[in-house]
């Protein structure tokens, strides 16, 4: 058996600068993203009766890989060739309309299993390159950030222009609390993708260049990240179309405790992203407050992949 892990991901400023019509317009993309603790998890093992079985919310029993309704397990075994075999997806959170690229998380994940199934000593980076490459077979609105958000270790700054630059950086977290809410609205990231306005993204490219070059100046980046959200949440009238995510927004706005925070993703949903200064605080009003809460950390490591 073939067990692979691969972290979700969450993009602090710049993201749908990274769709193929951002870039087609504008020549470039950039993002700054950070892989979390947080995982999906893709097991591959062999079978001798012909039959491709794929367990995750349901189960599929096939003969024939064209008939397998799972878009991931589908063209895995299609791109790769793959013979009959058990295909089970997991995940340590629900996954659908998280915001967190579960998607290409587990696109990723799987890749990386196929890689260790067929021999292939593949470097993280062309995993997450073909990772995209296959999941835009079924996802067409695919941005570049997901994969190498998910696949490659550590926070980083991801420029797209025909490649893929990548620029491991270090963030301002020290004492700081890095917090998932979950706001249980559920949506399609397909379905806000087609809303965005690309020129109203694109003040995002400047952001993304002062966000970067004040990662040594807390105060401002913190103020900078306030910033990109405030303009991302212009970009589509879809992001914040919940009055329950407007008012979970205004409460985390006038929350003193809050010194960021965001819809993950596309937005329209799935969770938000909640950094605070654990300095401020005692450890005692974190624990009733945050109780609800998933505290995550930055994942070091990227996708992994192990054969047991």
């Known amino acids: 058996m ?7 991901r969450v993009s602090l400023v710049g993201g749908s600068t990274d769709l193929q019509s951002f870039i087609d317009k504008y020549g ?23 039959k491709y079985v794929i367990n995750y919310t349901r189960r599929e029993n096939v003969k024939s890989p064209d008939k397998i309704k799972n878009d991931i ?27 967190l690229a579960a998607s290409s998380s587990y696109m990723v994940a799987a890749v990386a299993a196929a890689c260790k199934l067929k021999g ?18 079924f996802n067409p609105l695919t941005g570049y950030q997901d994969t ?29 609390g890095i917090y998932l809410h979950n706001t249980e609205v559920k949506r399609s990231s397909t379905n806000i993708l087609k809303t965005i306005n690309i020129e109203k993204s694109h ?21 900078l990240l306030n910033n990109s959200w405030n303009t991302k949440k212009q970009t589509s009238d879809e992001i914040l ?18 010194i960021f925070h965001k819809l993950c993703g596309a937005g329209g ?26 505290k995550i950390n930055i994942d070091n490591k990227g996708v992994t992949v192990w054969e047991i």
């Not at 696949?151 to 630059?165: A, C, H, Q, R, Y």
């Not at 979970?248 to 809050?258: A, P, R, S, Y």
């Open 2 to 8: 073939i067990i692979s892990r691969c972290p979700l």
């Open 28 to 50: 470039y993309g950039q993002v700054i993203s950070f892989p979390i603790s947080l995982y999906t998890y893709i097991s591959l093992s062999k079978r001798y009766d012909n």
């Open 73 to 99: 397990a589908r063209e895995l075994i299609k791109y790769f060739n793959l013979p009959p075999l058990t295909i089970t997806f997991n995940a340590d959170i629900p996954a659908a309309g998280s915001g």
């Open 120 to 137: 292939l000593e593949w470097s993280q980076s062309k995993i997450c390159k073909i990772a995209h490459k296959i999941e835009l077979n």
């Open 148 to 176: 190498y958000g998910c696949g490659l270790p550590s926070p980083k700054l991801m420029i797209f222009n025909g490649d893929v630059d990548i620029k491991f950086i270090e963030l301002p977290l020290v004492h700081k």
């Open 203 to 223: 003040p995002l490219l400047k952001l993304v260049d002062e966000t970067y070059k004040s990662l040594s100046n807390p105060s401002k980046f913190f103020k």
């Open 241 to 258: 179309n919940d009055k329950g995510l407007l008012a979970i927004d205004n409460i985390l706005d006038n929350d003193k405790i809050v």
């Open 269 to 294: 949903g799935g969770y938000y992203l909640i950094i605070t200064d654990e300095l401020e605080y005692p450890d005692d009003y974190y624990k009733a407050r945050y109780a609800d809460k998933i």
